[in-house]
């Protein structure tokens, strides 16, 4: 069964930081886009950061020069790291996956998400 599972949520004050990690179980995502997104209460979901099969990363403005995502492919775990956390950074933040797709470009439409982990930052 392919499987999705995040950690590394958790709560801090502005300006910390926290590192999410996203194990992939039941097939190889050493191949295929990847990437993260977050949903704050009573907003839509939106794209935070993806990685794709050729290693290319991309970012939302709202995060860039913050956040970094990364990919260890032995282990099948994306990560976010994320510095210089803000208030607004507050959301569920889950994790996608397609290994049969290699581009990013249809970021929305991957096959496979996780559940999700809470991250909360306080003024």
């Known amino acids: 069964q392919v499987q999705l599972m995040e950690s590394g949520g958790g709560s801090v004050q502005a300006g910390g930081s926290l590192r999410l990690s996203c194990v992939a179980s039941g097939y190889t995502y050493s191949r295929g886009c990847m990437a993260w997104f977050r949903q704050a209460p009573g907003k839509e979901r939106d794209w935070v950061a993806a990685?794709?099969?050729?290693?290319?990363?991309s970012y939302a403005d709202s995060v860039k020069g913050r956040f970094t995502i990364s990919r260890d492919n032995a282990k099948n775990t994306l990560y976010l790291q994320m510095n210089s956390l803000k208030p607004e950074d507050t959301a569920i933040y889950s994790c996608?996956?397609?290994?049969?797709?290699?581009?990013?470009?249809?970021?929305?439409?991957?096959?496979?998400w996780g559940q999700g982990t809470q991250v909360t930052v306080s003024a």
């Open positions: 996608a996956a397609d290994r049969f797709v290699m581009d990013c470009s249809r970021v929305r439409y991957l096959a496979v």
């Open positions: 990685v794709d099969g050729y290693g290319s990363t």
